[in-house]
T-cell receptor, first 111, second 115 residues
């Protein structure tokens, strides 16, 4: 089946720093989404991308749909303590509604 | 607006017992998904429904697992009999058909522990 490689697995950064994480796939995706999961909660949708090359922002978060359709990036600017959590990429190809999820990036923001 | 509602939030049961997890999707959403999350395997899609009809159940681990959606506002995931390896967090998610139908909204999950 389809697999997403998400990196890095974990990140430790200082408050105020910018963060970048990415997802790559061996196959083409038509849709990329980014989610954040806090402990004990379900994933929360952050950004959805539908077109190759698309760059979309949501506050301090910016995500891009790679031109090759095989990758996506998420950037967080000026990190704050509440950015702590696990960030997941997810993708979909074809007309099916299933999402394939990456393994997640655990983000820790140090004061 | 209420999001996806799941119950119970926590369930502890003994091996061999029947477990039923419940989900109420966002009102008006016509897709419903059941996922399982573990440290080893991450988020796995078990089954999904469209307009109350199961579309793809290829992710259901085995015959011990079954899911139903009797109406647009309620779904259940049943495990009978439960085994320790079923311990995981089970999520329900819903989405709305249309241009943004890939955007799935998750419930808070049910943490299942089978002893």
């Amino acid at each position: 089946g389809q697999q997403l490689n998400q990196s890095p697995q974990s990140m430790f950064i200082q408050e105020g720093e910018d963060v970048s994480m990415n997802c790559t796939s061996s196959s083409i995706f038509n849709t990329w989404l980014w989610y954040k999961q806090d402990p004990g909660e379900g994933p929360v949708l952050l950004i959805a991308l539908y077109k190759a090359g698309e760059l979309t922002s949501n506050g301090r978060l910016t995500a891009q749909f790679g031109i090759t359709r095989k990758d996506s990036f998420l950037n967080i600017s000026a990190s704050i303590p509440s950015d702590v959590g696990i960030y997941f990429c997810a993708g979909s190809s074809g007309s099916a509604r299933q999402l394939t999820f990456g393994s997640g990036t655990q983000l820790t923001v140090l004061p | 607006d209420a999001g996806v509602i799941q119950s119970p939030r926590h369930e502890v049961t003994e091996m061999g017992q029947e477990v039923t997890l419940r989900c109420k999707p966002i009102s008006g959403h016509d897709y419903l998904f059941w996922y399982r999350q573990t440290m080893m395997r991450g988020l796995e899609l078990l089954i999904y429904f469209n307009n109350n009809v199961p579309i793809d159940d290829s992710g259901m681990p085995e015959d011990r697992f079954s899911a139903k959606m009797p109406n647009a506002s309620f779904s259940t995931l049943k495990i009978q009999p439960s085994e320790p390896r079923d311990s995981a967090v089970y999520f329900c998610a819903s989405s709305l058909s249309g241009s943004s139908s890939y955007e799935q909204y998750f419930g808070p999950g049910t943490r299942l522990t089978v002893t």
